[in-house]
């Protein structure tokens, strides 16, 4: 069954510093999406991707957050200057037609120090 | 501020027993999911539902979307150890581009 994989699964980082987090949606998917979770909160929406541009975003993606689908397959989430409260779990998930429900991958624990 | 309450947090039951679990907002939702998520993993779709009233059946899992589209619950049938983790609710906003409202999750233990 296809789905969706994001690397690196853990990525620790000194605050201040840029990551890239990466996912591979879910081949002929369309609507792509980053949540995070902080440890012991809820799953939270940040951003929503479609047709080559930001759909919609949560309050929480401010201006340190990009995203980019640069070749059609991967989708990366940047954050440009990373502070201690980015600490969360990162999840991608992917879409295809507006009706249906989305998948998620596995996640990347970010560990800022 | 879309909000979406999951009761109960935590439940821990023994081999063979029912269990609901519920999921209650103000806002209604052009559909909702459930998914379970296990440590260190993301969330896996268990079901979809869509229409006001609507029940699924997954094995033991009973799902039902309240009429007015607001709430829903999912019944464990005779729980075993293999239905413990992590179970999410998550409901799909009619504005915009769908992004979902996840629940507070319900973290079940069931024990042998």
């Known amino acids: 069954e296809p789905e969706v994989t994001q690397t690196p699964s853990h990525q620790v980082t000194q605050m201040g510093q840029e990551v890239i987090l990466r996912c591979v949606p879910i081949?002929?998917?369309?609507?792509f999406y980053w949540y995070r979770q902080i440890l012991g909160q809820k799953v939270e929406f940040l951003v929503s991707?479609?047709?080559?541009?930001?759909?919609?975003k949560s309050e929480i993606f401010d201006d340190q957050f990009s995203v980019e689908r640069p070749d059609g397959s991967n989708f990366t989430l940047k954050i440009r200057s990373t502070k201690l409260e980015d600490s969360a779990m990162y999840f991608c998930?992917?879409?295809?037609?507006?009706?249906?429900?989305?998948?998620f991958g596995d996640g990347t624990r970010l560990s800022i120090l | 501020t879309q909000l979406l309450e999951q009761s109960p947090q935590f439940l821990s039951i023994q081999e063979g027993e029912n269990l609901t679990v519920y999921c209650n907002s103000s806002?209604?939702?052009?559909?909702l999911q459930w998914y379970r998520q296990e440590p260190g993993e993301g969330p896996v779709l268990l079901v979809t539902v869509v229409t006001g009233g609507e029940v699924k059946k997954l094995k033991r899992l009973t799902f039902q979307f309240g009429d007015a589209r607001k709430d829903s619950s999912l019944h464990i049938t005779a729980a075993q150890p293999g239905d413990t983790g992590l179970y999410l609710c998550a409901g799909r906003l009619n504005t915009g581009f769908q992004k979902l409202v996840f629940g507070t999750g319900t973290r079940l233990l069931v024990s042998p």
């Open positions: 998930a992917s879409m295809g037609q507006g009706n249906q429900p989305q998948h």
């Open positions: 806002s209604v939702f052009s559909s």
């Open positions: 081949s002929n998917h369309l609507y």
């Open positions: 991707f479609y047709n080559n541009e930001i759909s919609e």
